[in-house]
């Protein structure tokens, strides 16, 4: 319990200097000797053998896209090609002492890192283990090319196998590693450890400390490693994830058994360019990176830079760090100094730095010199580096060819991409082990009270019981995050006050009795790392739900939502799944940042799944349908809400287990003459409207709630408007590009020839949200939907409008801009 750590006055008031830790620089000293003893000879030369693999396939890359052909075999690639030509042994270096359990995760610029980790793993692997791979992953699609005609031996083809799949997927072919999903910034290949590359700077700066908890609360063994760029130095991610792999509470509130920090090393391969900017002297601050490490914990995070240029250095380096990662130490940066003789990309010149500095790092180019060493100490001979360099440049030319022909490499339809945007699975649990709980669910304080309370908020006279007699919307939610954390011991949940306190609107209260520590933990206020974390989590296997206090701080973490939460399942054409719930409150009363509804925001992202419940009985339906399955979901929860009782379902919230059926809007009440169509807490209102309408005008509304977001089946919805031929939508959004016009939108084209006019939306103000007493001002009031009707679409016979709402109001506030 984060009580029982007290912060002591006399302690932190105490004057004291800081004294910070020695940082190791450049501290390896070559010992052939002891190197061949730690590698052996024969590895030593498989170190050579990748990194001058890696070097031919990034000049074929680039020969490609400059001069649009490579040993004769022409090709226009119209994709990017950010290459690692002069940093082969950072990454050969790295993976070296990796196993196929260790993971690594890179950047834009990874086909390096990409070929280093899956070479070291055809090294390792036993022949009858990587033949099984070879023919099971995606079919064996990638095998059956490769494998024709093929002479050598298994190893030779697994070497192939590498090349081929990789460069497959950078000319996006259906046999390449993510069905050509991924690309040249995206590609990976998780059988053997490499995990996502991504195009946005620093992306993996959080994801790899996700799948670093992963392993730790899973009990799975291996390491994590960020690959990450200096530029990358000044990113959000970078920041927020070290941060969260930093905590003191692994250490002090995670029992022991769970073996510590995460595992996570964030590697900065240090080229001392960001794009353009010269990350020395220029762009940073730092003069040497590793110095960052002693502004994140009194370990320096065991900070060191080594010297990259040396592959052994790397590797030993790496070896190191490692074994104070398994011991639960960490976590680690690294900053690995190395330099690419490419521009940033094909078509930059390098116009940023001179031909005289390019120079310097070319006379002692990695792949040269480390031959060169080996030669010196009579490792490998000049005839064995020609029979390397022949060998090379053959298998090279042979995957381009395969990799270019369309008859033999195809390409994926567009068809089959719709196929890989959702999973569309139950599961139950993810890993067939017992959940780690600490009490049973029945002796749960908050599950006897619960069992105390009513489940309808009426009797049955139609009188609504005292609001601490119900049921509510919270307890909803409480129930089915509970009920999946018996079932799936993977399941992990996260964010800002979520334990003791329960959360901030005590949905969580409860769970600390029931869960241990690793399981529901508070973490730093660091929005982006806790959706960006999760990612890692999730697509390594585990059941996750972060937390977003409110909705506004979507902001926050908006690259982690939108760039990698909604598109890795897909860019991995379905290797992946992504079973992750991203719980956010919608709110009210706390002003203009804390009180947005960005549902179109996440509408509008393909990948995404969204909900959002207006009663109990769909926020603990719905909430376990999002927990049962293997997609990303947003899942929207409006604080207006979380007291309420269930009004609708005459039965009350079951305390059973049952889910809302996915997509289906559902009919709140029913009616012949408008079709009035909700989502969120504007329900409720629309409800009170639909009564005056009635009461009134003798007007018969059909109030729809439509639950869902994405998908969504319009179907209810068209038969609806086909009976009343009228149709108004309202939503606590602000109505300027609410997803209700798009709702709207497509009701027009699907029902027009029933419509008798235009649908009308009806959303909050285009305003800042004011506070919270003039809240009445902004939100949706029953009056607005009312007069907007009366006005826009069915006259009411002796109506008088206290609303603005008509057509010409439309005009002036667009022209205006509110």
Same mark, same amino acid.
């Given at each position: 319990?984060?009580?029982?750590?007290?912060?002591?006055?006399?302690e932190?008031?105490?004057?004291?200097?800081?004294?910070?830790n020695?940082i190791?620089?450049?501290?390896?000293?070559?010992?052939?000797?002891?190197?061949?003893?730690?590698?052996?000879?024969?590895?030593?030369?498989?170190?050579y053998?990748d990194?001058?693999?890696?070097?031919?396939?990034?000049?074929?890359?680039n020969?490609?896209?400059?001069?649009?052909?490579?040993?004769?075999i022409?090709y226009?690639?119209?994709?990017p090609?950010h290459l690692?030509?002069?940093?082969?042994?950072a990454?050969?270096?790295?993976?070296?002492v990796?196993?196929?359990?260790?993971?690594?995760?890179?950047?834009?610029?990874?086909?390096?890192?990409?070929?280093?980790?899956?070479?070291?793993?055809?090294h390792?692997?036993?022949e009858?283990?990587?033949?099984?791979?070879m023919?099971?992953?995606?079919?064996?699609?990638?095998?059956?090319?490769?494998?024709?005609?093929?002479?050598?031996?298994?190893?030779e083809?697994?070497?192939?196998?590498?090349?081929y799949?990789?460069?497959?997927?950078?000319?996006?072919?259906?046999?390449?590693?993510?069905?050509?999903?991924g690309?040249?910034?995206?590609?990976?290949?998780p059988?053997f450890?490499s995990?996502?590359?991504?195009?946005?700077?620093?992306?993996?700066? !959080?994801?790899?400390v996700?799948? %670093?908890l992963?392993?730790?609360?899973? $009990? =799975?063994?291996? /390491?994590?490693?960020?690959?990450? #760029?200096?530029?990358?130095?000044?990113?959000g991610?970078?920041?927020e994830?070290?941060?969260?792999a930093?905590?003191?509470?692994?250490?002090?509130?995670?029992?022991?058994?769970?073996?510590?920090?995460p595992?996570?090393?964030?590697?900065?391969?240090?080229?001392f360019?960001?794009?353009?900017?010269?990350?020395?002297?220029?762009?940073?601050?730092?003069k040497?990176?590793?110095?960052?490490?002693?502004?994140?914990?009194?370990e320096?995070?065991?900070?060191?830079?080594? !010297?990259g240029?040396?592959?052994? %250095?790397?590797?030993?380096?790496?070896a $190191? =760090?490692?074994? /104070?990662?398994?011991e639960?130490? #960490?976590?680690?940066?690294?900053?690995?100094?190395?330099?690419?003789?490419?521009?940033?990309?094909?078509?930059?010149?390098?116009?940023?730095?001179?031909?005289?500095?390019?120079?310097?790092?070319?006379?002692?180019?990695?792949?040269?010199?480390?031959?060169e060493?080996?030669?010196?100490?009579?490792?490998i001979?000049?005839?064995?580096?020609?029979?390397?360099?022949?060998?090379?440049?053959?298998?090279v030319?042979?995957?381009?060819?395969?990799a270019?022909s369309?008859e033999?490499?195809?390409?994926?339809?567009?068809?089959?991409?719709?196929?890989?945007?959702?999973?569309?699975?139950?599961?139950?649990?993810?890993?067939?082990?017992e959940?780690?709980v600490?009490?049973?669910?029945?002796?749960?304080p908050r599950?006897?009270?619960?069992?105390?309370?009513?489940?309808?908020?009426?009797d049955?006279?139609?009188?609504?019981y005292a609001?601490?007699?119900?049921?509510?919307?919270?307890d909803?939610?409480?129930e089915a995050?509970?009920h999946?954390?018996y079932?799936?011991?993977?399941?992990?949940?996260?964010g800002?006050?979520?334990?003791?306190?329960?959360?901030?609107?005590?949905?969580?209260?409860?769970l600390?009795?029931?869960l241990?520590y690793?399981?529901?933990?508070?973490?730093s206020i660091?929005?982006?790392?806790?959706?960006?974390?999760?990612?890692g989590y999730?697509l390594?296997?585990?059941r996750?739900?972060?937390?977003l206090?409110?909705?506004?701080?979507?902001g926050?973490?908006?690259?982690?939502l939108?760039n990698?939460?909604?598109?890795?399942q897909?860019?991995?054409?379905?290797?992946?799944?992504?079973?992750?719930?991203?719980?956010?409150?919608?709110?009210?009363?706390y002003?203009?940042?804390?009180?947005?509804?960005?549902?179109?925001?996440v509408?509008?992202?393909?990948?995404?799944?969204?909900?959002?419940?207006a009663?109990?009985?769909?926020?603990?339906?719905?909430l376990?349908?999002?927990?049962?399955?293997?997609?990303?979901?947003?899942?929207?929860?409006?604080?207006?809400?979380?007291?309420?009782?269930?009004?609708?379902?005459?039965?009350?919230v079951?305390?059973?287990y049952?889910?809302?059926?996915?997509?289906?809007?559902?009919?709140?009440?029913?009616g012949?003459?408008?079709?009035?169509?909700?989502?969120g807490?504007?329900?409720?209102?629309?409800?009170?409207?639909?009564?005056?309408?009635?009461?009134?005008?003798?007007v018969?509304?059909?109030?729809?709630?439509?639950?869902?977001?994405?998908p969504l089946?319009?179907?209810?919805?068209?038969?609806?408007?086909?009976?009343?031929?009228?149709?108004?939508?309202?939503?606590?959004?602000?109505e300027?590009?609410?997803f209700?016009?798009?709702v709207?939108?497509?009701?027009?084209?699907?029902?027009?020839?029933?419509?008798?006019?235009?649908?009308?939306?009806?959303?909050?103000?285009?305003?800042?949200?004011?506070?919270?007493?003039?809240?009445?001002?902004f939100?949706p009031?029953?009056?607005?939907?009312?007069?907007?009707?009366?006005?826009?679409?069915?006259?009411?016979?002796?109506?008088q409008v206290?609303?603005?709402?008509?057509?010409?109001?439309?005009l002036?506030?667009?022209r205006?801009?509110?």
């Open positions: 319990m984060p009580k029982s750590i007290v912060i002591d006055p006399k932190m008031r105490k004057p004291q200097i800081l004294k910070i020695d190791p620089v450049n501290q390896y000293q070559p010992d052939i000797k002891k190197e061949v003893q730690t590698f052996g000879e024969e590895r030593l030369k498989q170190i053998l990194m001058r693999f890696i070097r031919e396939f990034e000049t074929m890359l020969t490609i896209k400059t001069q649009g052909a490579y040993q004769g022409e226009n690639h119209k994709g090609a690692s030509i002069g940093q082969e042994s990454s050969v270096g790295q993976s070296a990796l196993d196929t359990d260790d993971f690594i995760f890179g950047s834009h610029r990874s086909h390096g890192e990409i070929l280093a980790k899956c070479f070291s793993a055809v390792k692997l036993d009858d283990a990587l033949l099984e791979i023919k099971t992953f995606l079919n064996g699609d990638c095998l059956k090319v490769v494998e024709k005609g093929h002479q050598g031996s298994v190893k083809l697994g070497m192939k196998y590498v090349l799949g990789t460069l497959a997927e950078i000319f996006a072919r259906k046999a390449g590693f993510n069905r050509g999903l690309g040249s910034m995206h590609a990976f290949f059988p450890g995990m996502p590359n991504n195009a946005i700077v620093g992306g993996s700066g !959080d994801i790899c996700g799948a %670093a992963y392993k730790r609360i899973n $009990r =799975k063994s291996g /390491i994590v490693i960020g690959n990450i #760029g200096d530029g990358s130095m000044g990113c991610p970078v920041w994830g070290m941060m969260l930093a905590m003191d509470q692994y250490r002090t509130l995670w029992d022991k058994e769970i073996g510590g920090a595992p996570v090393m964030f590697n900065f391969f240090n080229n360019y960001g794009m353009g900017g010269q990350t020395v002297g220029e762009t940073m601050g730092f040497i990176l590793a110095r960052i490490g002693a502004g994140v914990n009194p320096n995070m065991h900070a060191e830079r080594v !010297d240029y040396n592959p052994l %250095a790397v590797a030993e380096a790496t $190191r =760090k490692k074994q /104070i990662l398994l639960g130490r #960490g976590p680690v940066l690294l900053d690995t100094i190395t330099y690419r003789f490419s521009g940033h990309s094909p078509s930059d010149a390098s116009s940023y730095r001179t031909k005289e500095e390019l120079a310097l790092w070319q006379d002692i180019d990695c792949v040269k010199s480390y031959g060493y080996l030669k010196q100490h009579k490792i001979s000049d005839a064995e580096l020609a029979r390397i360099e022949q060998h090379v440049v053959e298998t030319i042979e995957v381009t060819k395969l270019v369309l033999i490499s195809p390409r994926v339809s567009g068809e089959f991409i719709e196929t890989v945007m959702f999973s569309n699975q139950k599961i139950d649990k993810f890993d067939d082990r959940p780690e600490l009490i049973p669910k029945e002796e749960n599950v006897k009270a619960l069992a105390k309370k009513q489940r309808f908020a009426y049955e006279n139609g009188k609504p609001s601490a007699q119900l049921f509510t919307y919270r909803g939610l409480f995050m509970l999946r954390f079932e799936d011991p993977t399941m992990a949940a996260y800002e006050e979520n334990r003791d306190w329960g959360g901030a609107f005590a949905v969580y209260r409860g600390t009795e029931a241990p690793h399981r529901l933990f508070n973490t660091s929005e982006g790392a806790i959706v960006g974390s999760a990612v999730a390594c296997g585990g996750v739900v972060p937390e206090m409110y909705c506004d701080f979507m926050r973490s908006g690259d982690e939108f990698q939460v909604a598109k890795w897909s860019m991995s054409a379905g290797i992946l799944k992504m079973p992750l719930v991203l719980r956010i409150s919608v709110g009210s009363k002003g203009a940042q804390h009180s947005q509804d960005w549902t179109s925001i509408a509008h992202i393909p990948g995404l799944k969204a909900m959002f419940p009663t109990p009985y769909d926020a603990k339906g719905m376990n349908l999002a927990l049962h399955g293997s997609d990303p979901v947003v899942f929207f929860e409006s604080q207006k809400l979380y007291g309420i009782g269930e009004q609708f379902e005459k039965t009350g079951p305390e059973g049952y889910e809302t059926p996915e997509g289906e809007p559902v009919i709140r009440r029913a012949k003459n408008l079709t009035l169509i909700t989502i807490a504007t329900l409720y209102p629309a409800m009170e409207a639909a009564d005056e309408l009635q009461e009134k005008y003798g018969s509304a059909e109030v729809i709630d439509l639950r869902f977001i994405n089946n319009y179907d209810l919805l068209v038969e609806s408007v086909k009976k009343t031929g009228k149709v108004a939508l309202a939503s606590d959004a602000c300027r590009n609410s209700l016009h798009n709207a939108s497509n009701l027009t084209q699907l029902a027009f020839n029933y419509l008798d006019g235009p649908p009308a939306v009806v959303g909050s103000r285009n305003w800042i949200t004011p506070a919270a007493e003039m809240e009445e001002e939100f009031q029953k009056e607005w939907i009312i007069d907007t009707i009366h006005e826009r679409i069915y006259p009411l016979t002796g109506h206290s609303t603005v709402q008509t057509y010409g109001e439309i002036r506030r667009n205006l801009g509110v």
